[in-house]
């Protein structure tokens, strides 16, 4: 089966690097100032040519409360006055972006994140929705994946309704941890009830899809906790689930200065953690789909997996890595063909770009012929768990052992340790490796040098 994993903690202990989590590839850490809007117009162009399907990710960056550990681009205030501004220069970006593709374009994917999207009214939503609607081709018979995030404290049975008619269809819910104890380390008070309220109304109102993020490494948990927020997250049944590794680095997220370092968990009981989580979900049914993501069998995510047909990209496990995506709004990143290119995170630059009517387009990188070919490599791994040689050599008109001759003793070192498989004529991650993927990845990362690891969270 994809999904068998088999724990091997001394193996876990002297892999769990850190390294990128490869939403892209090259990763964001490449991009430079030499990028700017007139590669994104040229992007766009080729795009519009192509007739390439689209997945727009759209930033809403607002959030009335802090919580501490969160590492997001986000704006924290209390004022909802704030939201009109940005909007407006959201509208502007959205028409500017817009006028250089085809309107028949169709939109098969739309997310919005943030920050917090339902801190939007529900007009500014209906607003949002209906210029997104004017400029792009939005597909009104429910068939595309639309979704957006939630937290259960900014949203009720109106807001859910509110969203089901403007044309979303799956939700994600942040919920990250159930003990109160964790909730006020963080900043984060939300009960279980408020969380089953909107999941509930999502099942009533047909979304198609739930997913709920959780958090481990947060202060104040312990194994034996942390298993109960499982227990009662897998009673609520989402369809999917996603575990991430709390990535303590307070020095680069002022939010987290707040957590006491003296209340995190020690790596032994991360570990556990992570270990329990892991059989408590595959004894419910869930399949480990990679990289902290877990879904139901019959969910899209373990479908495209099953056929090999599982993509990734900065919205993470999708089955739409066809489409260009185009971000939208402050921190946004786009991935358009070979161009990847990011808006300014500052939310006043953001805004003054848009306010000259100029895209605020900051930084991005245009992958050269290696980037296309490790990048489909690390595709395959983290997608599929497995790599066929021929299907590089053909795609790319290489040799693929005298391509990557170089890197050859660490990857038998890796089956050695039993990680991964080398047959002569494929790659496999083994079900020991499979957690371990993105060390897997980093062999086939030309960029990555030990001193810029420090940028990244540890694998596990």
Sequence with gaps: MLDAIRWDTDLIRRYDLAGPRYTSYPTAVQFNSQVGTFDLFHALRDSRKAQRPLSLYVHVPFCANICYYCACNKVITKDRGRAQPYLQR???EIQLIACHLDPTQKVEQLHFGGGTPTFLSHDELRQLMAHLRKHFNLLDDDSGDYGIEIDPREADWSTMGLLRELG???VSIGLQDLDPAVQRAVNRLQSLEETRAVIDAARTLQFRSINIDLIYGL???TPENFARTVEEVINLQPDRLSVFNYAHLPERFMPQRRINSNELPTPAQKLEMLQRTIEQLISAGYRYIGMDHFALPDDELA?????STLQRNFQGYTTHGHCDL???????ISQIGDLYCQNSSDLNQYQNALASMQLATSRGLLCNADDRLRRAVIQQLICNFSLEYADIEQA???DFQGYFGDLWPQLQYMAKDGLIELDRD?????PAGRLLVRSVCMVFDAYLEQHSRQRFSRVI
């Design 168 to 170: 979303f269809n799956r």
């Design 426 to 430: 494929r790659l496999t991650i083994l």
């Design 326 to 332: 185009i971000g939208l709004g402050v921190s946004a």
């Design 90 to 92: 959201l509208e502007q």
């Design 396 to 398: 790319f008109n290489i």
């Design 219 to 221: 202060p104040r948990q």
């Design 303 to 307: 479908i495209a997996q099953e056929e």
